[in-house]
């Protein structure tokens, strides 16, 4: 399946934290124009379609990026051995059909459901190198529920929901059908409240970090006035919500500062601002073989950077060594003398 054309459900399970922290961000994106994937989101796309033709058995394209192919294959390797004589062993699973008789907004794709006897299992693949927390975590219980309703399984079953990532690790929660029921329950009435016209904004860190609403949402712009009216003494004690507050200041002016990037790079002008080309880079393109290809050069790998090493003279294959181009960046023009 290409997954970057896979047709998003309105609601779709990756948006669960989101619309059940904050109902109006659903309409408020609605708003904004289309924005074509990103780098990260570019890069998890790769790594999922190279996961799905492993594990289904496909031919692997010739020139894939190997950094890629390595992390599928770490996936690959942690389905294979997480049961070991599955009932049902899916991947790629649409669960829309269980969670659409629940809301018709909702559905989703959970990247692979085992079944183990009355165990279900629910694994996520993420890319990124921060572990997200599968505790507590509403995209996996909507994957699980839909799931569930789809195998219309009883609420006796129990389940286990994995996040798994090739580069920061493993994390998991078990929790009862009953639990997963009672998210249902929740589910339904947050969608319910996100597509009714006067669904309320509830700007938090984590609700807003990956909203695509931020510059034109009054709850953020509200907490950012906020902010800016915070009396700060040299001996003022820092509290949690005050970072709380400084930490969504700053997601908003992110925000904005891509905005201006956007409208520049579309012909747009901001007087005094421009986009400067992103610096060349080069990378590793397999660290273990350049790991095995430096054994005897131990401070050479200690250096890791290609550009380090290489100053050192040593003889490489060019093989190794990719280059890229870093991400253009905004900057104040300097004023004329
Ligand atoms: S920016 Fe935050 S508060 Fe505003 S719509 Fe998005 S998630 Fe909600």
């Known amino acids: 399946m290409q997954h970057e054309t896979r047709k998003h459900a309105r609601l779709s399970a990756s948006r669960t ?77 649409n669960v829309d059909a269980g969670l659409s008789t629940l809301h018709p907004a909702l559905g989703g794709t959970a990247d692979a459901v085992l079944v183990d006897g009355d165990h279900l299992h629910i694994v996520d693949l993420k890319t990124g190198r921060v572990l997200v927390d599968a505790i507590e975590n509403r995209q996996l219980l909507t994957y699980a529920l839909g799931a569930m309703r789809q195998f219309n399984a009883p609420g006796t079953i129990t389940c286990t929901m994995h996040i798994f990532q090739p580069r920061a690790g493993h994390s998991k929660w078990t929790v009862t059908g009953e639990r997963l029921i009672e998210h249902g329950v929740q589910l339904k009435a947050a969608a319910e409240l996100a597509l009714s016209p006067d ?83 080069k990378f590793w393109k397999d660290e273990k073989l350049v790991a095995q290809a430096l054994k005897h050069y131990a401070t050479a790998w200690e250096l890791k950077s290609p550009a380090a090493v290489i100053k050192l003279g040593l003889d490489l294959s060019e093989d190794l060594i990719g280059e890229k181009q870093s991400a253009p960046s905004l900057v104040k023009e300097k004023a004329k003398e």
């Open 17 to 93: 934290d989101r619309f059940m922290s904050c109902p109006g961000s659903v309409r408020l994106e609605n708003q904004m124009p289309y924005e074509p994937a990103g780098e990260a989101a570019a890069t998890g796309t790769a790594i999922h379609e190279l996961s799905e033709q492993l594990l289904t058995n496909q031919l692997i394209p010739l020139d894939v990026n190997p950094e890629h192919l390595a992390m599928a294959k770490d996936y690959k390797k942690f389905i294979d051995t997480l049961v070991e004589h599955p009932r049902k062993r899916l991947i790629e699973v």
């Open 199 to 281: 669904a309320p904004t509830n700007a938090s860190v984590d609700a807003c970090r990956y909203c695509k609403a931020k510059t034109i949402c009054p709850s953020i712009r509200a907490k950012v006035q906020d902010n800016a009216r915070t009396d700060f003494k040299p001996d003022t004690q820092v509290t949690p919500e005050m970072l709380d507050l400084a930490t969504l200041a700053a997601t908003w002016s992110e925000a904005v500062q891509s905005a201006a990037k956007d409208q520049i790079t579309k012909g747009s002008t901001i007087t005094g601002w421009a986009m400067k080309a992103g610096r060349k880079m």
